[in-house]
């Protein structure tokens, strides 16, 4: 059974940092032939994507209203992906999921995704 399971959520003021992490098991074929995505949905929106790695060959990607703050990384012999945030604002208060593609090509369309974790919340105070 694949799970994903996501941790590092919680309460941070307007320009603080959080890093997430996104641990897999249970993945059918190795963790580098997998593309990680993280998510976010805001109370009352649809949910959006964030940020992309190719586990193969770490390319990323990132949504235009989070690059250059935040950093997604995966390490593969820990089979865990993060996503290192960065100056904060309140905004990007949601709940963060990660998801998993065996298409191994980092983007962010969201019905591609295989697999999804349960989420964990990010809060961001102003």
């Known amino acids: 059974e694949v799970q994903l399971v996501e941790s590092g959520g919680g309460l941070v003021q307007a320009g603080g940092s959080l890093r997430l992490s996104c641990a897999a098991s249970?993945?059918?074929?190795?963790?580098?032939?997998?593309?990680i995505a993280w998510f976010r949905q805001a109370p009352g929106k649809e949910r959006e994507g964030v940020a992309c790695?190719?586990?193969?060959?770490?390319?990323?990607y990132y949504d235009d209203s989070v690059r250059g703050r935040f950093t997604i990384s995966s390490d593969n012999a820990k089979t865990t992906a993060y996503l290192e945030m960065n100056s904060l604002k309140p905004e990007d208060t949601a709940v963060y999921f990660c998801?998993?593609?065996?298409?191994?090509?980092?983007?962010?369309?969201?019905?591609?995704?295989?697999?999804w974790g349960q989420g964990t919340q990010v809060t961001v105070s102003s």
């Open positions: 790695i190719s586990n193969n060959d770490h390319s990323t």
């Open positions: 249970g993945l059918t074929f190795g963790f580098d032939d997998y593309a």
């Open positions: 998801a998993v593609d065996y298409s191994g090509v980092p983007h962010l369309l969201e019905t591609l995704y295989d697999y």
